[in-house]
């Protein structure tokens, strides 16, 4: 249920956002996201940080945001492994 490997992808602001129609307070957190099908799903921004492997605790999130996944109209980046 992570979006990253191992340890879960957190992020750090100092700043209150408004990420889609959720209040963000300044702080740390973690997100982790839920698909429905391959193109839908939400993103979800948990309280509870420092979790490893697929500990996840639903009562720490602080909220969700419907997302949308398509493919860019043009490559933004490529990578090469030498």
Avoid: C
């Amino acid at each position: 249920m992570e979006a990253g490997a191992n340890s879960a992808t957190s992020f750090h602001t100092d700043a209150d956002l408004a990420i889609g129609n959720l209040s963000v307070p300044k702080g740390d957190y973690t997100f982790t996201r839920s698909w429905k099908i391959q193109t839908t799903g939400q993103l979800i921004i948990n309280k509870q940080t420092g979790q490893w492997g697929l500990t996840y605790d639903a009562s720490q999130d602080l909220g969700r945001v419907k997302m949308s996944m398509s493919d860019p109209p043009a490559p933004i980046e490529v990578y090469k492994i030498p």
